[in-house]
């Protein structure tokens, strides 16, 4: 499978939410991405949500992805979302476990991603393409390294199309990561999850839980800038411009952009990228 953009948005929650988040998938519409994708909460909770983005999306004619979790849910349940999500023509799903949210104790019928894409193939065969997630840091739960890396690829094998990674700022551990993969004989793509900086105290805080690690030279520059959301604005948009330029020159076979449903930092990253990237034309 090929994907050299893609773009993830989550369901907003308010009316004034769904508004703004056409306009900024408009504005995101010039990347021509391969396709718009739509988080789903985890036992279903944006259930009917997420569904309504796609179809909006599906809509408008782009490739609407629609993430499916298995955490807290039933097979039932899963199989009635695959109808809905094929009977509106979406052609690939994201896979996931999903994290129980606090307070839910069912774990669900299955209990691991790769028990999802199992049970998507036995159900409706080839009918969508099924990306997964993948952690080039590793998954925070993970028991090692390696055990990640043989349940990652254990997942692979259930007959998976594409993996997107967690975001990261560490090339080198995504260069691992796929080294690591290719040597197991998986040669899926394995797109970088790109996330642009916002609001690094807020990134910071959130990355601690995802077990994505910020280098000290990272955090202590940002550290530096206070609440000169400028200074932070402009040193986010550099290290994610170089990040991207040094995984597609690496050979990364694309970008998937987590866009916390807002674009112009997207664009911007877009912009420096094709710039840095162009061909440089030989002197006469
Ligand atoms: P798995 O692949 O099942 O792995 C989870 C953990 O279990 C890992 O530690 C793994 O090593 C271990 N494991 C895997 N298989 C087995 C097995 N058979 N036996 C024992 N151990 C096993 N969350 C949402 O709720 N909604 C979303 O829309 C969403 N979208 C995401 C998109 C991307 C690209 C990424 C990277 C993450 C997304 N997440 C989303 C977060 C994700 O649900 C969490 O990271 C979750 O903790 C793990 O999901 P997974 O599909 O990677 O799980």
Redesign the pocket.
């Known amino acids: 499978m090929n994907i050299e953009l893609s773009i993830?948005f989550f369901p907003p929650q308010t009316a004034e939410g769904l508004v703004k988040l056409k306009n900024e998938r408009l504005k995101l519409a010039v990347l021509k991405p391969d396709f718009f994708s739509v988080?789903?909460?985890?036992g279903g909770s944006t259930r009917g949500r997420t569904f309504a983005i796609v179809k909006e999306i599906a809509a408008e004619g782009f490739d609407a992805v629609p993430?499916l979790?298995c955490v807290g849910s039933t097979r039932v349940g899963i199989r009635e979302m695959l109808g809905e999500f094929k009977a509106i023509g979406v052609r690939r799903i994201?896979?996931?476990?999903?994290?129980l949210p606090s307070g839910m104790a069912e774990a669900g019928e299955l209990?691991?991603?790769?028990?999802l894409v199992e049970f998507i193939r036995a159900e409706t065969g080839n009918v969508f393409q099924v990306i997964?997630?993948?952690?080039p840091e590793w998954?925070p739960?993970?028991k090692s390294p390696e055990?990640?890396l043989n349940?990652?690829v254990?997942?692979a094998k259930a007959g998976v199309n594409a993996a997107?990674?967690?975001y990261f700022y560490n090339a080198d551990a995504y260069f691992h990561f796929v080294e690591r993969v290719r040597s197991t004989g998986v040669e899926i793509p394995i797109i970088p999850?790109i996330m642009p900086i916002a609001n690094f105290y807020k990134l910071a805080r959130f990355s601690d839980a995802?077990g994505t690690d910020i280098p000290r030279w990272i955090r202590r520059q940002f550290e530096s800038y206070g609440d000169d959301v400028e200074s932070i604005r402009a040193f986010g948009l550099e290290i994610v411009t170089r990040l991207c330029e040094r995984l597609l020159q690496g050979g990364a076979p694309g970008l998937?952009f987590y866009s916390m449903n807002q674009a112009s930092l997207i664009l911007e990253i877009q912009q420096r990228l094709n710039l840095r990237m162009k061909p440089v034309t030989p002197a006469q």
């Open positions: 993830e988080t789903y909460g985890a993430h979790s994201v896979a996931l476990r999903g994290d209990r691991y991603a790769n028990e997964v997630a993948a952690y998954h739960q993970a055990v990640d349940n990652f254990r997942k997107i990674t967690q999850g995802c998937h």
